[in-house]
């Protein structure tokens, strides 16, 4: 069976981090230093190394096929698909999920329906509880 991989945007400091090492490298020369390097070469390294950082950081949602990726405003979930669909929780009045199909009713009425029978049992029941527990947190 398949697997689903979850990333809690909320919980993961280090992203930020290299988010902001790499706009220091990007604009390293911009940036006033106590000292200054003697080869103009090491300038374009560090600008170069923060693109590569840059490009990290975006591409990870791409590492994996199926991706549930949520902080708590919203959740992004891609499965079987390449962009997947971007959802906000204080939109979604309902979750069910029955015989592995996800039924997501937002509260204009329209259902979104993610089939999950590929994946394993663990990996369904997670992305229910997920999606429960934060239109809950968002609707009380």
């Known amino acids: 069976m398949k697997r689903i991989h979850f990333d809690d945007l909320g919980k993961k400091g280090y992203w930020i981090f290299i988010i902001a090492l790499s706009l220091i490298l990007i604009f390293i020369e911009e940036i006033p230093l106590p000292f200054e390097f003697d080869n103009p070469a090491t300038y374009k390294f560090l600008k170069a190394s923060g693109f590569l950082l840059q490009a990290l950081y975006w591409s990870k949602l791409f590492w994996f096929k199926n991706t549930v990726q949520w902080n708590k405003k ?33 509260k204009d009425g329209t259902k979104i329906k993610f089939d999950i029978k590929e994946f394993e049992e663990s990996d369904s029941h997670k992305l229910n509880e997920i999606m429960i527990k934060n239109t809950i947190a968002n609707n009380v």
């Open 74 to 106: 919203g959740a992004v979930i891609r499965i079987k698909s390449i962009f997947g669909k971007s959802l906000r929780f204080d939109e979604i009045k309902s979750t069910e999920l029955e015989e592995k199909i996800m039924t997501i009713t937002k």
